[in-house]
């Protein structure tokens, strides 16, 4: 079955540009969620939408960081003036509901050169 | 704020021998997973645990929880090589129940022939 798709699965850019990652997470689950994962260590939280909105966007490092989910399906993080502190596995997550087991696509690996 | 600790960071274990991964963390949470994640791959959910006492077993592995204690376990029973992998023990943390995710640093298991 259809699981949990990010794209790019890679993606290498220079420091102060513009980067958008996908994610298009399992059909029918309402809660979405973003994490970075550096090298050697466990993710950590970005971001959560519940339907279109997001709910809880503690985890953004900074203002350089919007994710969007217009339709409540598709989301995308945008990242903008990118350093090379950025660089990390950008991983997405959906879960049925909030109460259920998140279930994470394959992640895009972001370098910034 | 919530910190989940796990260790060993990593384990070198022979095939068929017996051990523990212990996850601790530091404030009360309702929640608890352990996820699987091969190299380059994306995590894999293995168990949740919901309540004090629970234990749950999958094949050679066996997850446990004490919430007073604010300890999960994860024991590998005769391991094998296909379970060579870095596991992440993971806790719901924050209130309007939005499901996030704060993760241990994960331990990385390799089980030598």
């Known amino acids: 079955g259809a699981g949990v798709s990010q794209t790019p699965s890679n993606k290498v850019t220079e420091k102060g540009k513009y980067v958008e990652l996908r994610c298009d997470p399992i059909?029918?689950?309402?809660?979405l969620y973003w994490y970075r994962q550096s090298l050697g260590q466990g993710p950590e939280f970005l971001i959560y939408f519940q339907g279109t909105g997001a709910a809880d966007d503690s985890g953004l490092p900074n203002d350089r960081f919007f994710a969007v989910r217009p339709e409540g399906s598709v989301s995308t993080l945008k990242i903008q003036r990118t350093e090379r502190g950025d660089s990390a596995v950008y991983l997405c997550?959906?879960?049925?509901?909030?109460?259920?087991?998140?279930?994470f696509g394959d992640g895009t690996r972001l370098s910034i050169l | 704020e919530l910190k989940v600790e796990q260790n060993p960071l990593f384990l070198s274990m022979q095939e068929g021998k017996n051990y523990t991964i212990y996850c601790n963390y530091s404030?009360?949470?309702?929640?608890l997973y352990w996820y699987r994640q091969d190299p380059g791959k994306s995590l894999e959910s293995l168990f949740v645990?919901?309540?004090?006492?629970a234990v749950k077993q999958e094949g050679r592995l066996m997850a446990s929880l004490d919430t007073k204690a604010r300890l999960s376990t994860l024991h590998i029973t005769a391991a094998v090589h296909d379970l060579s992998a870095t596991y992440f023990c993971a806790v719901v943390y924050g209130s309007g129940n939005t499901g996030k995710l704060i993760f241990g640093q994960g331990t990385t298991l390799q089980v030598k022939p």
């Open positions: 645990l919901l309540s004090n006492g």
């Open positions: 404030t009360t949470s309702d929640r």
């Open positions: 059909s029918g689950h309402t809660a």
């Open positions: 997550a959906s879960s049925l509901n909030p109460n259920q087991p998140q279930h």
